[in-house]
């Protein structure tokens, strides 16, 4: 067991490095994003799942989280695997609907005397950092999801909300296909008007 989970380490550790998002999972990239989930060194999973996550300091933004084909089944196999054993087969299951989707979660908290009845009508929109004539990537959809009190790290997502509403959650879906391997600058714009950016390096997202 100890050898297995150092050698899921180096795999992790290289692969991280060196590729850009998979959107096509090979059988072995299963496996290893399955490992990644079931493993009880929780060390590790950290440290591989902050690679998905960019912190920001342009409010309302808190922090951006990227789930990619690859992070999505790391997740999957994560909740379900203390209850059960989490194999390809659930695997291919969850990508099944949206093999190639890339979602890229903006973390929101609001001024505390905001008038707010659920999320404002926010747009998402990446902006490839390079120079040139590189087109904007725009989302197939968004969802907005309403937060009410603190949000606490590990907590269910889909808790039921009730008092002023705290913050909330943008979940952009993004057609892999369109992304580059790059740098972007992640845009949040509300009536035509840009209110925040974060720089986001996909490079090293497996």
């Known amino acids: 067991m100890l050898r297995g989970l150092l050698i899921l380490g180096l795999v992790y550790s290289a692969s991280a490095g060196a590729r850009a998002i998979e959107l096509t999972l090979t ?22 799942h902050a690679v998905y996550r960019v912190a920001a300091s342009t409010p309302p933004i808190d922090y951006i989280e990227v789930v990619t084909p690859f992070r999505r089944v790391a997740l999957a196999a994560e909740e379900g695997g203390s209850s ?15 093999p190639q989707r890339v979602d890229v979660v903006l973390e929101l908290t609001f001024h505390p005397f905001n008038t707010y009845v659920g999320v404002p009508d926010y747009q998402v929109r990446l902006l490839p950092a390079a120079a040139g004539d590189a087109p904007i990537v725009i989302p197939t959809t968004i969802e907005r999801i309403p937060r009410s009190g603190p949000r606490i790290d590990g907590m269910p997502r889909s808790l039921p909300n009730s008092g002023p509403l705290t913050g909330g959650r943008l979940v952009a879906r993004f057609d892999g296909a369109a992304l580059g391997a790059g740098v972007y ?8 008007k840009e209110i ?9 997202m497996r």
């Open 84 to 98: 059960r054993r989490f194999g390809q087969r659930d695997a291919l299951a969850i990508l099944d609907a949206a």
């Open 185 to 192: 600058d992640v845009t949040m714009v509300e009536g035509g």
């Open 196 to 204: 925040a950016r974060v720089r986001v390096d996909f490079r090293g």
């Open 27 to 48: 059988a072995r990239a299963l496996a290893e994003a399955i490992d990644l989930g079931q493993t009880r060194v929780a060390a590790l999973r950290t440290r591989a």
